[in-house]
């Protein structure tokens, strides 16, 4: 029986990275007091992708953390889907 050892790089995302993902964070979360305007929806949506990049520049690279990525990406694709239907379903109900 043979033992295999691998190495896991460290993953460090930059300061700025951490930075710009936490801001982003925050002012999503302060979205949530202007209810479920159509301005909250539209910045929770574009705060989304941001941080979706902010995961990406920390992931790129990364070989052995690629299933997290995709598990994001995949995440982030349903929570815009969701987005969107709720977007167009406010629409319609203000006559757009």
Same mark, same amino acid.
């Given at each position: 029986?043979?033992?295999r050892?691998?190495?896991?790089?460290?993953?460090?995302?930059?300061g700025?990275?951490v /930075?710009?993902?936490n #801001?982003?964070a925050?002012i999503?979360f302060?979205?949530?007091?202007?209810?479920?305007?159509? #301005?909250a929806?539209?910045?929770q949506l574009?705060?989304f %992708?941001?941080?979706? &990049?902010?995961?990406?520049?920390?992931? &790129?690279?990364?070989?052995?953390?690629?299933?997290?990525w995709? /598990?994001?990406?995949?995440?982030?694709?349903?929570? &815009? %889907?969701?987005y969107?239907?709720? /977007?167009?379903?406010r %629409? /319609?109900?203000l006559? #757009?």
């Amino acid at each position: 029986m043979t033992s295999r050892s691998t190495t896991v790089r460290s993953i460090s995302p930059s300061g700025t990275t951490v /930075l710009a993902s936490n #801001i982003f964070a925050l002012i999503a979360f302060a979205t949530l007091l202007l209810a479920l305007s159509v #301005i909250a929806l539209i910045m929770q949506l574009m705060l989304f %992708a941001f941080l979706l &990049a902010a995961a990406f520049r920390t992931f &790129a690279g990364h070989e052995e953390q690629r299933w997290y990525w995709r /598990l994001r990406f995949r995440i982030t694709l349903i929570v &815009a %889907a969701a987005y969107c239907v709720m /977007l167009v379903d406010r %629409a /319609l109900s203000l006559g #757009i």
